[in-house]
């Protein structure tokens, strides 16, 4: 195994969010679509920072367990069928991280309080609890996401879809800073940036520099504070 290999890279992704504080006890998944087939790559229930590379599984997209000894979640459903009406999507987080859920629970989108809050300017999309369903209605909330990236999940938490892991993850950790920043601001009476061509600017400077970056400086971190996630990794 190597460090591009997707188990790997995989369990690295769930420790740089628990790192940065997106914690989600040991529910909350990361996975990636398996190229050609009808079937993706996910973490199991366990805490975050306890992922190592063979604990990730391969499902189908019927949630049939293809490779691997862990059990499969019942709420890698609706990873599933995101890929299945979202072609262009590589990648699923669902995170439970503090400040992000607090957000949610106002049932507004995550304001522009910040630079890092204009990755998601105009893509975020709301989902509410119907009642109709125990858990999380897989239907509804794919519906809600549409073609946007990410979904702010009414008392719940989040998903975030990107064409790559690497996209994924960090913007995963950079929403919930986002949320931080809203809830912040709230308190002290902070003003929202509203200039459209500003924050468009923004979006696509950090989408372009900062985000590759990010994952390559998450790696750097991992190698000092989390060496037993690199024992499997070939010399």
Known sequence: ???????????????MMYREGVDSQ??????VRAAGEDAFWATPFEYFDETLPDHVIKVSFDLELLEGSWVASPALAFHAMTYRRRPDVNSVVHHHGHYTSVIAGTGRPIGQHNLVATLFWQDQALSFDTGEESSVDDEALVAALGDRNVVLIHNHGC???????????????????????DFDAQIVGGKESDIPAR????????EKYMLP???AAHMRRLRRSDPELFEQIAD
């Open 1 to 15: 195994m190597d460090v591009d290999d997707v188990r790997f890279k995989i369990a690295a992704a769930r420790r």
């Open 26 to 31: 040991t529910a909350g998944h990361v996975s």
């Open 159 to 181: 998903l975030v879809v990107a064409a790559t892991l690497e996209a994924a993850t960090i913007k995963a950790i950079l929403l919930e800073k986002a949320a931080r920043y």
């Open 199 to 206: 924050l468009e600017s923004l979006k696509f400077n950090l």
């Open 213 to 215: 970056e990010m994952w």
